[in-house]
């Protein structure tokens, strides 16, 4: 797959909640995944994926996301992401949206790197 190939298939695949889909099938066993803070700031291998995904799935409830068409520069592409979320512990539900940039090598995701806003 060419990198449109490989940024086409995971908004598809992120459209239609196929998340475990597009690890086992666009990412790298070496992929590195980074957030804006802490405490998924960075996780490494798809155990790392794993973990972070547990973590997200026990903090947070999703109500409804969208997700641009990617764009597309030499091995890197970057998707608008908008989510409306609760945050389980607290009950606070809220509205975001963030950038994400992924980096493709060999026909796979092997870095990703999330953009938005912290509290400060």
């Not at 990412?27 to 972070?52: L, R």
Request: hydrophobic residues 30%.
């Amino acid at each position: 797959m060419n990198i449109q190939d490989v940024a086409n298939k995971l908004v598809e695949y992120c459209r239609n909640n196929q998340e475990e889909k597009a690890y086992q099938e666009l990412y790298s066993p070496e992929i590195t995944s980074v957030e804006m803070s802490e405490p998924m700031k960075e996780v490494n291998g798809m155990d790392g994926i794993k973990k972070k995904g547990e973590w997200w799935q026990e903090n947070f409830e999703v109500h409804g996301n969208t997700y641009s068409d990617p764009i597309v520069a030499d091995n890197h592409f970057a998707v608008k992401i908008w989510m409306d979320t609760t945050h389980k512990p607290s009950g606070q539900r809220s509205q975001m949206s963030e950038l994400a940039v992924y980096q493709v090598k060999d026909g796979k995701i092997w870095r990703e790197q999330f953009f938005y806003d912290v509290d400060q």
